[in-house]
């Protein structure tokens, strides 16, 4: 059967993005790393780590400088209550991250990748809707 798994690219910081999920989201874990192929060139180097966030598989690829996340691909999830929605924003505010200068909700890590987080009550997946500005919200 065919799987589909979300590579993100990050500066070198892949295992601390992966473990810093799986502390926060739950069914999240690192699955495996994948040490440098060069035999005695970053021997301690991880050119990849592969975790799960809520159930779902992704790769991190440590890149070079440059390779910062893009907006193009952002995360949106759906809590099971309030209270595990703002536990989740805190935990990304808490570990470097920063709102969204917009004030639409979105959310960024530390490592610069976007989140939308509400619970169920707040929106479905279904939902969303566009402002003349591109931008995606919540239908209220």
Same mark, same amino acid.
């Given at each position: 059967m065919a799987?589909?798994?979300?590579?993100?690219?990050?500066?070198?910081d892949a295992r601390k993005a992966a473990e810093s999920y $799986?502390?926060?989201?739950?069914?999240? +874990?690192?699955?495996?790393?994948?040490? /440098? =192929?060069v035999p005695g060139v970053g021997e301690n180097d991880e050119p990849t780590v592969e975790f799960t966030?809520?159930?779902?598989?992704?790769?991190?690829?440590?890149g070079a400088p440059d $390779?910062?996340?893009?907006?193009?691909? +952002?995360?949106?999830?759906?809590?099971? /209550? =309030?209270?595990?929605a703002e536990r989740y924003r805190n935990a990304i505010f808490n570990n470097g991250g920063g709102a969204s200068a917009t004030g639409s909700g979105w959310c960024y890590d530390r490592w610069g990748v976007a989140w939308l987080i509400s619970n169920q009550r707040g929106f479905s997946l279904g939902g969303f809707q566009t402002s003349n500005q591109g931008m995606v919200y919540p239908s209220r």
């Open positions: 799987n589909l798994i979300t590579c993100v690219r990050f500066i070198g $799986a502390a926060t989201f739950p069914n999240s +874990r690192i699955d495996t790393s994948n040490p /440098s =192929p966030v809520l159930g779902h598989s992704f790769v991190g690829l440590n $390779a910062k996340p893009t907006v193009t691909a +952002r995360f949106l999830v759906v809590a099971d /209550s =309030p209270q595990d």
